[in-house]
């Protein structure tokens, strides 16, 4: 009896474990969709200078604010850009706690010294003018900065970066907080901007227009706008030079 119980008993003895059920899928942004050769680029507003962009298989992250809450349900970042050590733009405890292993953060270095000694490793960083690849997207620095007197306190030339982005052919221009700079209207060949108008911190309304009519975007996103009258925006860049401006909803 004792051998037909050992017979019996052996294929549960050596059975496999049950398998264990695959990862899910990490969730898609939605948003405004840019072809590019390798796929589509994403375009997620989230809030006033904070925005994410998929593309080829990458979450990109822009001057991530307010902790963990606004990222809920999103993918972690692959790279971050963060633009200037303003609290709308850098928040270290927001880094921490959307930030996973492998995450790279580009900055100036002005951002690199006031983050924790746990993000600095992860952190390149690029001064004006500069340039780096990361994840197959070419990075160029723009300076950003104030020029008119009563503003220069806000933002001193080469603390801060705007960033041009290029992925898959595509150029993308992430202004920062920056007035109407030489740099900015010397730029060309942009595909998508986002450009800031505020008082008194950036620009107004005619000088952010003024501006995009010169460097001439296919697309542009008017953000870190708040109290800011973008119908006049929209209505000052006009249709007759090729810029599309798409409002968005930054502020809910």
């Not at 942004?29 to 050769?37: H, M």
């Not at 606004?70 to 706690?97: M, N, Q, R």
């Not at 700079?181 to 309304?205: C, G, H, K, S, W």
């Amino acid at each position: 009896m004792s051998t037909l119980w050992l017979s019996l008993s052996l294929p549960a003895c050596t059975s496999s474990p049950p398998e264990e059920p695959p990862a899910p899928p990490a969730p898609a942004l939605s948003g405004d969709a840019f072809p590019t050769s390798r796929g589509d680029l994403i375009i997620h507003p989230v809030n006033h200078a904070t925005f994410l962009m998929s593309w080829a298989g990458k979450t990109i992250y822009v001057d991530p604010v307010g902790g963990a809450a606004p990222f809920e349900g999103l993918p972690a970042p692959d790279i971050v850009f963060v633009t200037d050590i303003h609290a709308d733009h850098l928040s270290a405890d927001t880094l921490t706690a959307i930030a996973k292993a492998g995450t790279v953060l580009v900055a100036p270095q002005a951002v690199r010294d006031a983050l924790p000694e746990s993000l600095r490793g992860a952190t390149q960083v690029l001064a004006n003018g500069a340039t780096l690849t990361v994840a197959d997207i070419a990075v160029e620095a723009i300076p950003m900065y104030n020029l008119t007197p009563d503003r220069l306190k806000y933002h001193e030339k080469g603390r801060g970066n705007g960033y041009v982005l290029t992925v898959g052919g595509e150029r993308v221009y992430i202004a920062g907080d920056t007035e109407d700079t030489p740099e900015m209207r010397q730029l060309r060949d942009i595909d998508v901007a986002f450009v800031p108008m505020n008082l008194p911190y950036t620009m107004t309304v005619a000088q952010a227009a003024d501006a995009v009519r010169e460097f001439k975007p296919k697309v542009v996103y008017p953000y870190h706008s708040r109290g800011s009258d973008l119908n006049e925006f929209t209505r000052l860049v006009g249709t007759d030079v090729g810029v599309e401006v798409r409002v968005r909803n930054w502020y809910e």
